[in-house]
């Protein structure tokens, strides 16, 4: 049985992965951090787990962590980049949910988190992972960087065209929307029911934070430089994401379909949809899945890719735990079977 830590678990991507990990059978859950609520009951703050979860909070530096197999990060960017450096010492493999270990060059990095990436060392060692496309670097990792969720639905969705080269790279247009939940559990005026409900807004237009990750991975797909613009949007939803791309073809007149269906007949979480069915945030929510489907333009060389995430799961954390069940050998699909929750 694999003994799991998760630091930071009163957020949602924290909570959703004590609910994935509480259905692992392969798994316990012996730790649970949060300096605010040290001793108090799990299952006191989230009765969700009333009758599953015996767990109570400690503090991040409680020494049972260090009797895990691995840890989780599902903290604020700052945190996993001081704290993970004292279980890898140990053998312990480390998961960071947060951002610190994403973008490999650390004065980038810094640009965009607005604080000194302090550990290069580690940095250098992280491992990406998106299991569809560094599955082998996966299972051999101690430290993974657990990818952000608009860019797991950019990334899933683009591979196909750009590692065949059928597109374009000068002018890639992700048009992408999100739940709420999307923004975290704090405190924020701008995320109030009131503020939020029937409405529809762009943000970070100028520069969001995960612009350099996806731009990042999308040129190591390519080996090249990739014109990439991105525009976020929040919808007055709790969970989910849709990532709606535009890519001119190479050749206007190519089926690309079959070059999806090819680039995912293996991969457990990915579904191709049928010609001229749309992808739903619903048909993915509370999964790990995600969908895809492509439309052509007629008469152009315009192609219309949709991806469709849930943003704690195959965004966060049912991700995080599909690459805990690569790293110990595992089936990646263990604790993560249930499909989409309709309605």
């Not at 989230?46 to 909070?57: I, K, V």
């Not at 197999?69 to 493999?93: C, L, N, S």
């Not at 650390?106 to 290069?120: I, L």
């Not at 090249?224 to 190479?250: C, K, S, W």
Request: hydrophobic content about 40%; glycine content about 10%.
């Amino acid at each position: 049985m694999i003994k799991a830590g998760i630091i930071g678990g009163t957020g949602y991507t924290g909570i959703e992965l004590l609910r994935l990990l509480h259905g692992h059978e392969a798994v316990e859950v012996v730790a649970i951090s949060s300096r605010s609520l040290d001793g108090k009951r799990v299952d006191e703050i989230f009765p969700s787990l009333a009758g599953q979860s015996n767990l109570t909070f400690s503090l991040p530096d409680n020494a049972i962590l260090d009797s895990c197999d691995v840890i989780f990060f599902a903290t604020p960017h700052g945190v996993a980049m001081e704290g993970a450096g004292r279980f890898i010492d140990k053998g312990i493999k480390v998961i960071d949910l947060g951002a610190d270990f994403r973008i490999t060059d650390s004065v980038e990095w810094s640009k965009w988190y607005g604080m000194e990436h302090t550990q290069a060392a580690l940095l250098d060692s992280a491992v990406y992972g998106l299991p569809e496309t560094n599955r082998k670097q996966v299972k051999e990792a101690m430290l993974l960087a657990n990818p952000g969720c608009y860019p797991t639905a950019v990334q899933l969705a683009l591979k196909p065209l750009i590692t065949n080269k059928l597109i374009s790279l000068s002018n890639i247009v992700a048009d992408c929307k999100s739940g709420v939940s999307g923004a975290g559990r704090g405190a924020n005026q701008a995320m109030l029911l009131c503020e939020t409900s029937e409405s529809l807004k762009s943000y970070g237009v100028g520069g969001h934070r995960h612009y350099p990750e996806i731009k990042q991975e999308l040129e190591i797909l390519a080996d090249e430089e990739v014109n990439f613009t991105f525009v976020p949007h929040l919808v007055p939803m709790i969970r989910g994401m849709q990532a709606t791309i535009y890519v001119d073809l190479l050749d206007e007149n190519i089926d690309v379909r079959p070059y999806f269906t090819d680039t995912y007949s293996d991969e457990p979480f990915v579904t191709i949809l049928d010609n001229g069915v749309y992808p739903e945030t619903r048909s993915v929510k509370s999964s790990n899945f995600c969908q895809i489907s492509v439309q052509k333009i007629p008469n152009s060389n315009k192609l219309v890719i949709m991806s469709v995430i849930d943003n704690l799961g195959k965004g966060a954390s049912g991700q995080a735990v599909q690459n805990m069940n690569i790293m110990f050998g595992l089936d990646e699909k263990l604790g993560l079977s249930s499909i989409g929750l309709l309605p």
